[in-house]
């Protein structure tokens, strides 16, 4: 049974810092892409970063480009997402989701083709 367990959310002010883990457990992640979304109040759920565990291959949303950096460490199968030069618009529950993917695919920024997901953790910047 695949289970994502997500931490690191938290109050912090404009300009801040923090940094999201999902740990990963339940089977041999090395052919997954892992991902993160994130869902404001009122707004759909959308793509923020991913990386494939084999090769590290990482896409980006533009609108966190050059602030977040995707990470993944396979010996404690788990993911990171850091976050820099927050602002009151990253405020969310940040969403962890694995997707099982074949080499030739593209890194998916599309949450319908993620497999499975973890429970969120709020990400809360003030102004």
């Known amino acids: 049974q695949v289970q994502l367990v997500e931490s690191g959310g938290g109050l912090v002010q404009a300009g801040g810092s923090l940094r999201l883990s999902c740990a990963a457990s339940g089977r041999t992640f090395s052919s997954y892409d892992m991902g993160w979304f994130r869902q404001a109040p009122g707004k759909e759920r959308e793509f923020v970063a991913a990386?494939?565990?084999?090769?590290?291959?990482?896409e980006y949303a533009d609108s966190v480009k050059g602030r977040f950096t995707i990470s993944a460490d396979m010996r404690k199968n788990t993911v990171y997402v850091q976050m820099n030069s927050l602002k009151p618009d990253d405020t969310a529950v940040y969403y962890c989701?694995?997707?099982?993917?074949?080499?030739?695919?593209?890194?998916?920024?599309?949450?319908?083709?993620?497999?499975?997901w973890g429970q969120g953790t709020q990400v809360t910047v003030s102004s």
């Open positions: 990386i494939r565990w084999s090769g590290g291959n990482t």
């Open positions: 989701a694995a997707r099982s993917v074949r080499s030739s695919w593209s890194v998916s920024r599309t949450p319908a083709w993620y497999d499975y």
